[in-house]
């Protein structure tokens, strides 16, 4: 599921949302470096968010400290200019799992 809100700043736009993970392995590296790599493409400072535990997307290391496996929802949190953009492609990103096909 896709659930996207929008909050005002004075400085720049943020953004939030959230995405599952669909992978039967969850969030492992390959999966992890497809969302730095999308993550890498966006000027705006992107968190990901799990279980109490905030991470920077553009982050490897981050990313798989979360240890998300399947069906975990991660919240994604975008604030820059390109907010909505980016967090419009991570989720995209997570729905075609993470272009991981088994």
């Known amino acids: 599921m896709i659930v996207q809100s929008k909050t005002a700043s004075k400085t720049k736009p943020t953004v939030s ?34 279980q109490g535990l905030v991470v920077n997307a553009k982050s490897l290391l981050g990313i798989l400290t979360l240890a998300a496996t399947k069906g975990a929802r991660i919240l994604v949190t975008a604030n820059g200019d390109d907010a909505a953009e980016a967090l419009k492609k991570l989720q995209e990103v997570a729905l075609n799992k993470f272009y991981i096909h088994y």
């Not at 969030?27 to 968010?49: D, G, N, Q, W, Y």
């Open 17 to 50: 949302g959230h995405f599952v993970v669909l992978n039967d392995k969850g969030l492992h590296t390959r999966p992890a470096t497809e969302l730095v790599k999308c993550a890498m493409s966006f000027r705006s400072e992107i968190t990901l968010s799990y």
